[in-house]
């Protein structure tokens, strides 16, 4: 399969062809991600979406699931994403389920209807990036919506009957901002109630914006144990009602999986023996941690 530039896909979507139907994130604007800066944001042509459908097919035409790349697939107009989803469950017979990015913003212009319709059509999964529910940490990292905005692109999400997964990213108000970030995002979540939760401890690149900021000392890494206290305070404030949370993505410290909110106690007791006895060999090492 061609693609332009480095592909991302949530970890969930090992298994996925990845079709490449946009290229970047028309956003692009978060200091601690350099996923997409390379790219300019544009939305391929009908030509080339029916080109690298036909690629994928021949690659693999028994395919089960498709993730629609890149950053913020969902910015798609919806008769376009309609006839690529019509295409793909005619194209791969065996086709389960679609996946795809989507930034709040573009969520947000979408009617309810219109995400009801992609529903209808076969779109399965939407994959947001929360990353923080603390309004001030939002605005710094230049997320560009509000925590209200961030709630109600996530309820609109949840309320067409899309399956929708959030992340957060740990240590994204570093340690001046440790307990806020994880009690506002605890908050955001819950109001959000995903059916899936992911976790991320903040890695950056060299040429992030934020890099920046921790060299020239305004802004604090946390530290494995303090991460892991952080995701602590997040998952014991967390109130959803069924919803898988992973924090199996390269980047944390300690790979955690389980539903929430029945495995609650297991899972802050496994987190509690680990920061008490600070046990640094149930530690991914840094040298194995990756965006
Ligand atoms: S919206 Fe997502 S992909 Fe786009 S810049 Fe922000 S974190 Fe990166």
Known sequence: MFYEGKIFRPPSEAKSIILQITVGCRHNACTFCTMYKDKSFRIKSRTEIHEIIAIAQAQDSDAERIFLADGDAIAVDNSLLIEILDQLYKKFPRLKRVGIYGGPKDILAKSPEELAELKTHGLTIVYLGVESGNEGILSSVCKGVTALEMIEAGQKVK?????????????????????????????????????????????LEPEAPLTKAIKNGSFQILTPFESLSELRTLLSELKVSNCVFRSNHASNYLPLRATLPQDRNALLQTLDSVIDNQTLERLRPDYWRGL
């Open 159 to 203: 309320s067409s009957g899309l399956t929708l997964s959030c992340t957060v990213i740990i240590g994204l108000g570093g340690k001046a901002h440790s307990h806020e970030h994880a009690t506002d995002t605890a908050q955001v979540i819950s109001k959000i109630d995903p059916e899936y939760l992911g976790a991320l401890t903040l890695m």
